[in-house]
Every structure is written in structure tokens, then in C-alpha cells.
């Protein structure tokens, strides 16, 4: 059975950091590519990072140069820094097993300005 676990979300002011988790179970974990999606009330779920199974990543201009995805093969787990946060970040953050039906269950983040 697959299941993706989100750690990390919280309260931080503009211009503060968090970091978030995503533990894997029930897969190989390296072959798959990951991503972090984020969504906000009344909008629609929105790709912030993705990273291959190669470790390569790739980011939206809204996030790049303030988040960074990341991936520990070895501990079956997904990361996100963010760093520079504004309060147009604040939505709930989901991990993905890309290309597939399977999504963790979500942790809030929010960006107090």
C-alpha cells in the first residue's frame, strides 16, 4: 500500500524559512519522480517543485530561487525549503508521486505578513 506522510508545515512571518517532509512507504522509492504541489482556498492545485529520479529539479518562476527540492533515496523521503516566504505561499502543501493518483494528505502552510 502506498502512502505519502507530509511533516513540516506552520506559522512563519514574510521572509521566514520552513521546511517540509514527505515519508514514502510501499514503493521503490528512487525510481519515481516526486513533486511538492501547493493550494490555496478557492484556487487550484498548483505544481511548486519536481525532482526526477535522477535528482534533477525543476521549478515554477513563482518559487525559483526561494524553494528547493531535494531527495533522500535512502530514507524513502521528499523535502521542500522554502525559504523567503511571502504570504502569497500560504496554501496547503501536498507531495506526489508524479504521474500517478497517489498524494500525501497535505500540510498547511502559512505566511503571515
Known amino acids: 500500500q502506498v502512502q505519502l506522510v507530509e511533516s513540516g508545515g506552520g506559522l512563519v512571518q514574510r521572509g521566514g524559512s520552513l521546511s517540509l517532509s514527505c515519508a514514502a512507504s510501499g514503493i521503490i522509492f528512487s525510481i519515481y519522480a516526486m513533486g511538492w504541489y501547493h493550494q490555496a482556498p478557492g484556487k487550484q492545485r498548483e505544481l511548486v517543485a519536481a525532482i526526477t529520479s535522477g535528482g534533477t529539479a525543476t521549478y515554477p518562476d513563482s518559487v525559483k530561487g526561494r524553494f528547493t527540492i531535494s531527495r533522500d533515496n535512502a530514507k524513502n523521503t521528499l523535502y521542500l525549503q522554502m525559504n523567503n516566504l511571502k504570504p502569497e505561499d500560504t496554501a496547503v502543501y501536498y507531495c506526489?508521486?508524479?504521474?500517478?493518483?497517489?498524494w500525501g494528505q497535505g500540510t498547511q502552510v502559512t505566511v503571515s505578513s
Open positions: 506526489r508521486l508524479m504521474h500517478t493518483d497517489y
